[in-house]
C-alpha cells in the first residue's frame, strides 16, 4: 500500500532554515502530485506547496513563496521542503499528501512532523 513518511521537523530559531523529506512508497507516483500541507494548533489545515513527480512543475502558497522551496528525487521517491527564513508563524505540524494528477482529492497522508518556530 502506499506510504508517505515525513521526517526532518524540529525546534528552530525564528530566520533559521529546515529541510524536511517525505519517502514515498507502494506505487509510481509519476502520474501523481506530492505536496505538503500544514495544521497549527486551532487551525485548519492549509495547503503550503505541491511539485507533480513527472513534470516537477510546483505551486506554493503565498504566505510561504520567496522562503519554501518544493523538490524531488525521482531515483530516491523522495520530496524535499526546504524551509528558509522561518518564521513562528511556520508553527505547525507539517504533513505530506499526495493525489493523481488529474483529480482533486488528496487521497493519502503522511503521520506528519512537527515544526517548532521560537522567537
Known amino acids: 500500500q502506499v506510504q508517505l513518511v515525513e521526517s526532518g521537523g524540529g525546534l528552530v530559531q525564528a530566520g533559521d532554515s529546515l529541510r524536511l523529506s517525505c519517502a514515498a512508497s507502494?506505487?509510481?507516483?509519476?502520474?501523481?502530485?506530492l505536496g505538503w500541507f500544514r495544521q497549527a494548533p486551532g487551525k485548519e489545515r492549509e495547503f503550503v506547496s505541491a511539485i507533480s513527480w513527472s513534470a516537477g512543475s510546483t505551486n506554493y502558497a503565498d504566505s510561504v513563496k520567496g522562503r519554501f522551496t518544493i523538490s524531488r528525487d525521482n531515483a530516491k521517491n523522495t520530496v524535499y521542503l526546504q524551509m528558509n527564513s522561518l518564521k513562528p508563524e511556520d508553527t505547525a505540524v507539517y504533513y505530506c499528501?499526495?493525489?493523481?494528477?488529474?483529480?482533486?482529492?488528496?487521497?493519502?497522508w503522511g503521520q506528519g512532523t512537527q515544526v517548532t518556530i521560537s522567537s
Open positions: 507502494g506505487r509510481s507516483f509519476s502520474t501523481y502530485v
Open positions: 499528501a499526495a493525489r493523481f494528477l488529474y483529480g482533486s482529492t488528496w487521497a493519502y
